[in-house]
């Protein structure tokens, strides 16, 4: 088996790294040295830790299971409650830490990087839109309410997905999930 | 006039820092420099960076104008109403930036340090209590569903705000706070 790239193995570092220890703190020789590469090949395949922090990004999305909003074989409303089961569960297997990559950066680097800042409002976009289509498909099929706009719906509840990722981290119980279930799930999203 | 003392000067500082820059990004010498103290002094004061970044939050949360959740003079909804948006003005005068320092340390450095973990799960708290209070006297006054549990609905407002402040950080416009405004007060918080 061939062995991975280099990039490759740079960008798991920084994405692991990213995570777990916040954007500032961790630094380009960290995650050099996670890697296993000198710190000077960094800059062969990245043109600054902000482009390391998109390509962390892009990594990190691929593993939240986005494909479930648009799987047909499900009822929309279902489909929304299976994503956000999914990203629960990881929270959970990780104690509550760690929280959302994309909160995370949002909450520490959108305000001091126009290009980190850039790639979370379009992920956050992206993201609204799949959760927007799921609900325009349940109000179709009356089991969400038609009163709702499903584009200013879904922006509510994935702002308040990651807030809910903000509160269980800060108490390290599972209490702001329930909340998110609860309200999101038997309030909002009924018919 | 007396000269403030050394302690309120970093404090200040402090806050200024965490606030702007985050708190892994804000050394203690960039924060006392800014105090325009010497460094050394800083351990006369505090114990720790934590110390200092739960002085922080205090005086954070002084400026957050919780008086008006209690104050008995609007009918309870309203005074929820005028708490977000008295914080959403903070946010838009800011032009978006810095967000709630509250969510800021949840999602930067709640993992890290049990100092300020604890101290953020404890302001939360005390911010959903709050908040539950005026929606129980609104559910006495008839004006939010009986069927709605005060607490759990308390704890998701304040979590949906958390992430509202998140996503209006990334997108640098105020979709965020609109779709909050809409979904808390026009679908939730109603008889």
Same mark, same amino acid.
Request: net charge positive; proline share 12%.
């Given at each position: 088996m061939a062995r991975r790239s280099m990039r490759a193995e740079i960008s798991d570092a920084a994405l692991e790294r990213f995570h777990t220890r916040g954007y500032s703190a961790a630094g380009v020789k960290d995650i050099t040295d996670a890697a296993g590469v000198p710190k000077g090949s960094f800059y062969n395949h990245f043109a600054s830790k902000e482009a390391m922090g998109v390509e962390a990004l892009h990594r990190y999305a691929a593993?939240? +299971?986005f494909a479930v909003l648009a799987d047909d074989s499900? #009822? #929309?409303?279902e489909r929304i409650r299976r994503h956000f089961t999914?990203? +629960?569960a990881q929270q959970e297997e990780r104690g509550y830490t760690r929280g959302c990559l994309y909160g995370n950066f949002a909450a520490e680097i959108a305000d001091h990087s126009e290009l980190i800042r850039a790639e979370l409002a379009a992920g956050f976009d992206e993201w609204v839109a799949g959760i927007a289509e799921a609900i325009i498909q349940a109000q179709r099929a009356g089991t969400? +309410?038609?009163t709702l706009d499903p584009a200013v719906t879904a922006r509510f509840i994935l702002n308040a997905w990651e807030g809910t990722l903000l509160g269980a981290r800060a108490? +390290?119980?599972g209490e702001s999930f329930d909340a998110f279930f609860q309200l999101v799930f038997e309030v909002l999203l009924t018919a």
């Open positions: 593993t939240q +299971r499900l #009822p #929309p409303v999914f990203l +629960r969400v +309410r038609a108490a +390290r119980t």
